[in-house]
């Protein structure tokens, strides 16, 4: 009790583990720094019923049951032995499949995988893994799951921030086929992320110590340096980072992982990679498109310095957008660098019959994601075939040289397309009418900018090109997901570039037809494709985009089966916790 000499002031984690608290509110660090799930500093109330036989004297607490047996006491410990797990040197990026650790002197090569669910309706059964072949001493449990549903990533509107909760399971084989050193020459143990989130995202300008959404959340609480070595990484990298990310980019809110110690913290004593990297550049996106959208929201006003206020945010936005753009560029550029080093090529169109085409000729080539053209074949090195799903209308489907390159590649397409929607409508922005309904010619812009290089940047800015990119990489993210598919191990990772092909198709290619003026098509104005003569642009007609919103109806029924076979595997393993988050 708080502030009565002699009694314990701890949590009451720390008081059944008999150990000292560091008094920490609302929870204590000792318990959040190793996993554990602090219950608080609130007691049990007691109530001291005294009776004639008592004579008015009683206990204000039971009486401890000690037990006598030392084979009971021996085995109690035993079961609650925890399960420490050390990455092995050198270590290597999280977002490897396996990863090699030890536990008791004994080697282990542990597949990392990740899936949603929810958790409040996982079921355990305590069970003991002696029968099983593990004495690593920890309860072991076997868990079973609810029926798997591909996540619901629709962003909605709401007064809390990004909450996303996780345990961390691991299943240990057995060493039956080992080598001379203890290691495991098979790769069935399993390091499992389950984990739930919502979709909505806020965000304010408070110092952080002033920001109460950062005492409710672990990990911004925590602080970079916690996200060092596994498995705490593991879960930043591999299950919280990208989910943030994406949900601040469909919410069109700023994220606090764009901040630089968010960027570098976590990755000092592992590897980054350039999936890592990309995610860098995409969580700048968020920041954009939220100051986009107060240029979008402000009406054009009637006075002439407003409009022209309007204006120049939009430019100046549209400049962001470019530098953005280029980063983009940048690092397509090292991505192709580095295929190329291993003998590989970015991805290519896969053969119907199994077969990849050889990497020879030089004629065919991966161009940057800035720069795609219709159709682009590159060649396999590795000799890989590939058994992905060919449904019309993305039956040439996309084969990689690895799941990490197909991740990549659609990440990288999925965030162009957000920025490159970003710069049609900020480009309509900067030259919208003026009150009196004639349109601002680019000359009028480019001297009120006092960078020329930047106005003649925004001079080389072409709609119907940037329309035509945007087509073009929702095609390539489609034909790119049932490779990714097929051989990952997070398949909700998918839902998210499944949701922006389908808001793409739904929003933007059912436009049918917008009036325009024709002499505006030559300076690049417009979403559309062609113009049909009459003064109006033709964004692919009316029917187009019915097949492809079919196609990703089937894919959505893949992902549900890929991840109610991963939700299988789960249920049928004894598994230990390493720790919630």
Known sequence: MVGVPGKYKGCNTCRSRRVKCDNER???????DSGRTCDGY???????????????RCSSHPPRVVKSSKKGKSASSKGSQKLELVANEPLRPAWDDLISVSNAGRTYNIQNAALHTRLDQVTRRATSNESDGDDSGALANFVSLPTYEPPNVQPFVSQGDFQLRSQALVHLSPLDESHGDGSQMTTDSICMFLYEHNNSTVFNNQAPWRDPSIQNDNVRRLGPGAFRTFPNHHFFVRVFRHNAICTALLNRTPTF?????????????????LFDQLFDIIALLPSVLHRADRVFLAEASQHPQHTMARRLMAQDLLQNCLNIERQFDEWWTAAIHAANQNQSDMYWVDEPDGGTPGRGGGSSRVPSPSNTNTTSTSGNS????STTTRTPPFADTFAFPEPLTAYMCIYAWTGLVQLYLCIERLYWAAFEPDASGNMVAMPYLQSSHHNPAAAAALAQINLVQYSLKVREMVGNICRSLDFALESTVQPDMLA????????????HVHVGATSMDPALL??????GIVDDGTGHVVLGGGDDGRLELVWCEGFKERLKRKGRDIAEVVGGRRWVDLGGY
């Open 26 to 32: 609302p929870f204590c660090r000792k318990c959040t």
């Open 42 to 56: 609130k007691r049990e109330t007691v109530f001291i019923i005294g009776t004639l036989q008592d004579q008015g």
């Open 257 to 273: 992982l764009e901040s630089p110690e968010w960027k570098t913290t976590p990755w000092e004593l592992h590897p980054k990679t």
């Open 382 to 385: 590795t000799g890989r075939s």
């Open 496 to 507: 998210v570039p499944l949701f922006v092909v389908r808001q793409f198709y739904e929003e």
């Open 522 to 527: 030559g300076m690049g104005f417009g979403l």
